[in-house]
């Protein structure tokens, strides 16, 4: 029956925790210090503040295990998602591993823009375009063909020019494939840093610097 943990204050080094099956409502300002908790337990109580409750716990960088189900909170239709997004050290969420796939419809979701880049990048160059415009037009000199994946979709006009669309993708490899359609430039660069002087060098030098030797190397 326990309803306040005040009396966890001065326990930083606690590395499991077990409060379930108690009468907690909230544990804001009270378990934020335990940074080392790899495993911790708060199902069966009647936490309904999901935002405060994960705020609480976005500290823990250990934090590995975690039980929240039987609380009002685990009842918001994208609980389980806002969770993983937010508390992303946690690889077992109520008794259920946390997927891959969950984590990328997490980010998806609450990270959209993030995903737009990822999607957006391949071969090392970011596309400037949005994902909803023609990214590329071209002269067909063969019938059009189908869609090479459902992400992408062709357009063709009487005239005999082609073109495709980008769509919003389920999955990142599929924005790298539509980019490996085009032929992208590729630029690798490098310094040789056993010539670059160091801090104490450059103090004891009273000549101007030398300016550095860069290796770049482009390909299709």
């Not at 716990?57 to 994208?78: E, R, V």
């Amino acid at each position: 029956q326990i309803q306040d943990l005040t009396f966890l204050i001065k326990n930083y080094y606690l590395t499991e925790l077990y409060l379930n099956n108690n009468e907690l409502t909230d544990i804001s300002g009270a378990l934020k210090h335990l940074c080392s908790l790899q495993i911790l337990f708060l199902h069966n109580n009647k936490l309904k503040k999901l935002g405060k409750t994960v705020k609480e716990l976005k500290g823990m960088i250990s934090l590995q295990t975690l039980n929240l189900f039987q609380n009002p909170l685990a009842y918001d239709p994208d609980y389980r998602l806002y969770v993983i997004y937010f508390l992303p050290s946690v690889q077992l969420l109520d008794r259920k591993l946390v997927t891959e796939k969950e984590r990328e419809s997490a980010l998806h979701l609450y990270n959209p823009k993030r995903t737009w880049v990822m999607q957006s990048i391949a071969f090392g160059k970011r596309v400037d375009t949005s994902l909803e415009t023609v990214v590329e037009s071209r002269r067909c000199t063969q019938p059009a063909r189908g869609p090479i994946m459902p992400s992408v979709i062709w357009k063709c006009s009487g005239n005999g020019l082609c073109s495709f669309c980008r769509v919003p993708f389920e999955d990142p490899e599929d924005a790298v494939l539509v980019r490996a359609m085009t032929r992208s430039l590729m630029e690798f660069s490098s310094v040789d840093w056993n010539k670059v002087a160091t801090c104490h060098e450059r103090r004891l030098k009273n000549k101007a610097e030398e300016p550095l030797e860069k290796l770049t190397v482009q390909f299709r």
